[in-house]
């Protein structure tokens, strides 16, 4: 019996070193984390644009790009716009939906451009730029957008004012107690009536 319980033990005690040796020998790794869709885009921007670069004529290095290369780059994008922009001559200027198509531009939308540079923006000073130099936060990138804005808002009909919220409705409130104390009440008065009749 001493020869059975020593063996039992012995095992015991070994299965127990074995499993401290495996649980030490390999860490739990938490799970990767996958980039949300907005690191992505920021990413595939930041490329793009710096791509925008290497192929400028002279190449440009991002130390040497300034807020004119970004207006450069923003109205190079035009040209793969999705969003029809009426000219001024054009007879459904002011226009939302138009009843037949007309042969002004497609271009950038201003929505996406001002999400475009506030990714670009961001990117930059991950990217170890100084905020104080962003080329993408440059007075003339903002003064650009804003007529960006209000030219396509014309140009298309569309007010890009910001919705005001509704107040919210109030939810009704407790009864006080002066109604609870009366609705018993009632109920005996209308309880007793059912019972006479």
């Known amino acids: 019996m001493d020869l059975v319980s020593s063996s039992t033990i012995a095992t015991t005690a070994t299965n127990k070193n074995s499993s401290d040796i495996i649980t030490n020998a390999t860490p739990i790794l938490p799970p990767p ?4 869709r907005y690191e992505n885009q920021k990413r595939r921007d930041w490329n793009t644009f710096c791509q925008y670069l290497r192929n400028h004529r002279p190449p440009l290095s991002l130390s040497m790009c300034s807020g004119v290369h970004v207006l450069e780059f923003l109205r190079y994008l035009d040209q793969f716009g999705k969003t029809k922009i009426h000219n001024n001559a054009c007879p459904f200027f002011g226009l939302p939906n138009p009843p037949v198509p007309c042969p002004c531009p497609l ?3 201003w929505g996406s451009l001002d999400a475009l540079i506030g990714r670009l923006r961001a990117a930059y000073e991950e990217h ?3 905020p104080e130099v962003n080329p993408f936060g440059a007075r003339a990138v903002r003064i650009y957008l804003r007529e960006v804005r209000d030219f396509q808002a014309k140009s ?3 007010s890009y004012e910001k919705k005001r919220k509704r107040p919210k ?6 009864p006080s107690a002066q109604q609870s104390s ?14 006479t009749m």
């Not at 984390?33 to 949300?36: A, E, I, N």
């Not at 409705?169 to 407790?174: D, F, G, L, N, Y």
């Open 33 to 36: 984390t996958t980039p949300s």
């Open 107 to 109: 271009r950038q939308a």
């Open 128 to 130: 170890g730029g100084m």
């Open 156 to 158: 298309r009909g569309v």
């Open 169 to 174: 409705q109030k939810v009704p409130a407790a």
């Open 182 to 195: 009366s609705a018993p009440a009632l109920v005996a008065d209308a309880t007793a009536a059912k019972h």
